[in-house]
């Protein structure tokens, strides 16, 4: 088996760390759904709570969604084609073994 290419495990790491991120907002959000205020006005943390939601929802999540998903297709397009390129090396050698007791089978037969 031979070492993955520094596409595949960059792709990887992408991968993990958008997931992370993921988990990372959405446990973030979960406690923030648990908070409360008393009195008339929401405190600055709150207001910045709110703000930092509302940013998950409309940028980070789909964003660290998308990165996930791409990275992932990218992982599995790269190992699909280094395994295409390597049976078709596979198969070239073959054929050039091919050749090579072709070459000799003639070379015989004329020295007969």
Avoid: K
């Amino acid at each position: 088996m031979r070492a993955p290419h520094p596409a595949q495990i960059a792709l990887g790491a992408i991968c993990v760390l958008a997931l992370v991120g993921l988990w990372w907002i959405t446990t973030a959000m979960l406690e923030m759904q648990s908070v409360s205020w008393s009195g008339e006005e929401p405190s600055d943390e709150i207001i910045a709570m709110w703000a930092f939601q509302n940013l998950a929802y409309t940028l980070l999540m789909p964003a660290l969604a998308l990165a996930s998903v791409a990275s992932a297709l990218g992982l599995v397009f790269t190992w699909s084609f280094s395994t295409a390129l390597r049976r078709r090396s596979d198969r070239r050698h073959v054929s050039d073994r091919r050749d090579v007791s072709d070459r000799r089978e003639v070379r015989d037969r004329l020295e007969r």
